[in-house]
């Protein structure tokens, strides 16, 4: 997407509520799986931010990549054009998300790849993503083959303590 086709009411109707029971959480060097329930949502004003923060994001030469189904966003992901680490090998993988109703069917592994492409040919080696810690959350990662960061960047780390660093080589 471009900086002029995003606007403030591009995330209306868009539901990205996930019940979490267990998170992974780090214990002597491993990951372990913690019962944590919560459910995770977006308010109206979440949805107005992210949706500024994508427009802000791809004004800047950034990556905003949607799938639509019905005419309805479907999903979306975003990826920095700042880069990550002592030598810019990382590009950051801002955002990935599938509305509620449309999960399971492929639309975040498409998406995904198509933000790694977009990486590797604006010169990343590496994709870095700050997940979320939920066990679904994480199972997906996994399932892409990304891997626990080498770099850890002490901004996501303060921003979100419980999110787990991994990294992607595009």
């Not at 679904?136 to 083959?145: C, I, M, P, T």
């Not at 990304?146 to 996501?156: G, N, V």
Request: hydrophobic fraction near 40%.
């Amino acid at each position: 997407m471009k900086e002029n086709e995003i606007n403030a009411g591009l995330l209306d109707g868009f539901i990205r509520r996930q019940v979490v029971t267990k998170c992974l959480r780090r214990e002597n060097g491993a990951w372990i799986a913690k019962n944590a329930p919560f459910i995770d949502d977006w308010t109206q004003k979440d949805r107005e931010w992210i949706a500024a923060d994508l427009k802000n994001l791809a004004g800047r030469g950034g990556l905003v990549y949607a799938a639509y189904c019905g005419g309805k966003l479907a999903g979306f992901a975003s990826v920095s054009a700042e880069t990550l680490g002592e030598s810019g090998e990382y590009l950051e993988l801002t955002n990935i998300h599938v509305t509620e109703a449309m999960r399971g069917r492929g639309i975040g592994r498409a998406l995904f790849y198509a933000a790694a492409e977009w990486a590797k040919a604006h010169g990343a080696k590496k994709l870095y993503i700050s997940a979320h810690s939920s066990v679904e959350s994480q199972a997906f990662y996994n399932a892409l083959g990304c891997t626990d960061a080498e770099l850890y960047s002490p901004r996501h780390i303060e921003a979100e303590p419980c999110d787990r660093q991994m990294e992607y080589r595009v």
